[in-house]
Structures are given as C-alpha cells and as structure tokens.
C-alpha cells in the first residue's frame, strides 16, 4: 500500500514512508511518528493501517543518528523546541503541499517520543486531532490544544502518571478528548517491532514493562479511528 521516498523538508532531506488510500479525491492526512527506534516495518505496517481507513499517511525519519540524536531528541521534547520539533512542524507543511492531501485536515498519531511530538504539534494550532501514545505532554500548555485521544500502559511507571495529568488539564479547558490507561498493559504496548524487542526489554523492564499487548493495542485502535472519524 506504501512505499519509502525521501521527504524534502524545509528543515533538509528526510527517509520517510507514505501510505495513500483508495481515494480519488483529496483526503485527511495523518502524520505517524515513531519511538526512538526511528521509521521501522513496526511504523510502515501502522501507517498502511491508517491509509486503510482513508488517511494518507506520512511516516518520516526522524531519528537516524544513534545514541546522541537520541539524547538531542529528549532534550527538544523537554524544551518543547530545537531541531526534532523543527523537523515535526516541517513534515506537517511538506503534508499540507501533497496533492493527495486535504490541508485543512491534518492529524497526527505518535508513539512514546512520537506521542510527545504529537502532543506538542497538537498545542501548534497546525493540525486538527492528535493520538499520543505513552508520550509526554507539555502539561502547561494543555489548554491551547487541539482534541486529544491518549492512550498509556498503566504498568508503565516512568509515563502512566501522564494519564491523570492529561485528563484533568484537557477536561478543565473543555477540549474534546478521549484519555485511557490499560491496566494489563505497559510502554509500547501498541508496537509490535521484531528487531527491538531485545532492546526494549534491556532499557524498559522492569520500570516500563515494555511489550506489544494486542488486546490494549486493538481497544486504543478502535478509540483512535472513532475519534479520528468525528475530529478529522
């Protein structure tokens, strides 16, 4: 249903991947990013099942530069600015000039550091709906946001805490919002990436209790589609 290309950003030349559904005419687009493992099969097979529900999915690489990119993509997640997030807001204007894609329909899903960039493009005022998934949310700047489905791994320690948090700032500014924490479920629950399941278990367990969980992850997906079809 995809294939790779390279994505010219404002911000340089990116891999990316792009999923286009059977559409004739212009259709919502739908950024997917990724953990810190960056764009892998794990990424291209959820953005396909995002353009099977009519989206055109785009899945770019924003994280090719090993251990140090990563600690440089913390640390902008953090700060809520600096190159990833350039690069975020960059592919969201790269969407809005693709030919498939309606502009003005623009949503965003992203998974653990990919939630987080989704959780600040959704305070941008530049896209319509956001899916974070076990991210970090920039807690003072809730009230700003777009509406927001979530979904965290209560068995998560360092990122189930976020849940609460998000629910009580999103309700008190009145955003359409739909938060939920899966009590059998832990981080990445909705990543099923063969190659990284070694490393996950290594840096997540027992703290985050890393690991795909099927039941969690087809729920989190039924709630993204329904919202995703009411916001976008």
Known sequence: MGSDLVLEL????????????????????????HEIFG????IRRIADRV?????VAIAPNLMAGGLRCVMAAMRDLRRGRGPLIDAAEATVAWAKRRPEVDP?????????????????????GSVKVVAPNY?????????????????????????????????????????????????????????DAEGHRLAKALIGRPLM????????????WRRIEAFFSEHL
Not at 39 to 42: G, K, Q, S, Y
């Open 135 to 191: 991210g970090e949310p920039p807690l003072d700047r809730l009230a700003e946001s777009c509406p927001v489905v979530a979904s965290y791994g209560a068995r998560d320690r360092m990122f189930a805490k976020y849940a609460d948090r998000v629910e009580e700032a999103l309700a008190a500014a009145g955003i359409p919002h739909d938060v939920k924490r899966y009590p059998e479920a832990g981080h990445s629950f909705m990543n």
């Open 39 to 42: 764009l892998n099969e794990d």
């Open 51 to 55: 353009a099977s529900l009519g989206y």
């Open 104 to 124: 003005d329909r623009i949503g965003v899903i992203g998974f653990c550091m990919g939630g987080g960039v989704a959780f600040l493009l959704g305070v941008s």
């Open 10 to 33: 404002a911000t340089g030349k990116v891999d990316g991947y792009v999923a286009l559904p059977e559409a004739s005419e212009p259709r919502p687009g739908v950024l997917v990013f």
């Open 209 to 220: 209790a890393v690991g795909y969980v099927p039941e969690a992850a087809e729920d989190a």
